[in-house]
T-cell receptor, first 116, second 119 residues
Framework: DAGITQSPRYKITETGRQVTLMCHQT?????MFWYRQDLGHGLRLIYY???????DKGEVPDGYVVSRSKTENFPLTLESATRSQTSVYFC???????????????FGPGTRLTVL | AQKVTQAQTEISVVEKEDVTLDCVYE???????LFWYKQPPSGELVFLIR??????QNEISGRYSWNFQKSTSSFNFTITASQVVDSAVYFC????????????????FGTGTRLTIIP
């Protein structure tokens, strides 16, 4: 199906382990984003990418690594997971150009990550 | 830096009452975009509206309406005749539009307002 998907939807890991969250979109959107959602903080931007091989830090990038070798994929890696990275992670994508009034970032369903 | 404040953490109203969710934003840009998203208990983010800084016209969509006032840097959201299905967390968000992506760039979210409609 077309759209934006995230995998896994749920993940439990232990402190110190490496974890990769996957994001895939089928629209060929130029922009992709990773946000984390925590109580009391809303959604905060971790990293974003304007195109393949172009990435930039957001508000809370520490402890995360991203790559974008293909336009449709934007994996997020926690190199050594910590308990403070327990959160719900949302991937999003958007397109370039003049948007309509209904245009926005399109969000994936989220990944709930628990770090023990 | 841009900032979005949703001072109301939680609101509860009885079904059929009207309710207004407040959103106050800060930005140095003259071109920017404002959004509202709904996050129902199922967890997905549902886009409700997008408004650019040059369009202060109020918007009505069914039971939903939005009041954008640049003078007070506010973009408030009103639900008329609330229903139980309106129970959700609502997020206001801001995107600065100085780049070429016309507001489709990174979003700054408020902390959200949890709305509970009591049957």
């Amino acid at each position: 199906d077309a759209g934006i998907t995230q995998s896994p939807r749920y993940k439990i890991t232990e402190t110190g382990r490496q974890v990769t969250l996957m994001c895939h979109q089928t629209w060929s959107h130029s922009y992709m984003f990773w946000y984390r959602q925590d109580l009391g903080h809303g959604l905060r931007l971790i990293y974003y990418s304007a195109a393949a091989d172009i990435t930039d830090k957001g508000e809370v990038p520490d402890g995360y690594v991203v790559s974008r070798s293909k336009t449709e994929n934007f994996p997020l890696t926690l190199e050594s997971a910590t308990r403070s990275q327990t959160s719900v992670y949302f991937c999003a994508s958007s397109d370039l150009g003049l948007p309509s009034v209904t245009d926005t970032q399109y969000f994936g369903p989220g990944t709930r990550l628990t770090v023990l | 830096a841009q900032k979005v404040t949703q001072a109301q953490t939680e609101i509860s109203v009885v079904e059929k009452e009207d309710v207004t969710l407040d959103c106050v934003y800060e930005t140095r840009d003259t071109t920017y975009y404002l959004f509202w998203y709904k996050q129902p208990p199922s967890g997905e983010l549902v886009f409700l509206i997008r408004r650019n800084s040059f369009d202060e016209q109020n918007e009505i969509s069914g039971r939903y309406s939005w009041n954008f006032q640049k003078s007070t840097s506010s973009f408030n959201f009103t639900i008329t005749a609330s229903q139980v299905v309106d129970s959700a967390v609502y997020f206001c968000a801001l995107s600065e539009g100085a780049g070429t992506n016309f507001g489709n760039e990174k979003l700054t979210f408020g902390t959200g307002t949890r709305l509970t409609i009591i049957p």
